[in-house]
């Protein structure tokens, strides 16, 4: 069950951090609010977008693409 947890976690990490480097283009496209990318990457709600990638960027959304 453990090895299984570990490969689980890796899988979920590799989805989220290709989730967010997508997030990034699309922000620096400027095309689109954070709340469109959100929907269109598949999240139900934006605010789940703006809270992962503040934890994996280490700004929001809106601060990424001001300062890219």
């Given at each position: 069950?453990?090895r299984?947890?570990?490969?689980?976690?890796?899988?979920?990490e590799?989805?989220?951090?290709?989730?967010?480097?997508?997030?990034?283009?699309?922000?620096?496209?400027?095309?689109m609010?954070?709340s469109?990318?959100?929907?269109?990457?598949?999240?139900?709600?934006?605010?789940?977008l703006?809270?992962?990638?503040?934890?994996?960027?280490?700004?929001?959304?809106?601060?990424?693409?001001?300062?890219?």
């Open positions: 069950p453990y299984r947890q570990r490969q689980m976690c890796k899988e979920t590799y989805i989220q951090l290709t989730t967010i480097d997508r997030a990034k283009e699309l922000l620096i496209e400027g095309n609010s954070v469109e990318i959100a929907y269109e990457l598949g999240f139900k709600y934006p605010h789940h703006s809270r992962l990638f503040k934890k994996v960027v280490g700004v929001a959304p809106n601060e990424y693409r001001v300062t890219n």
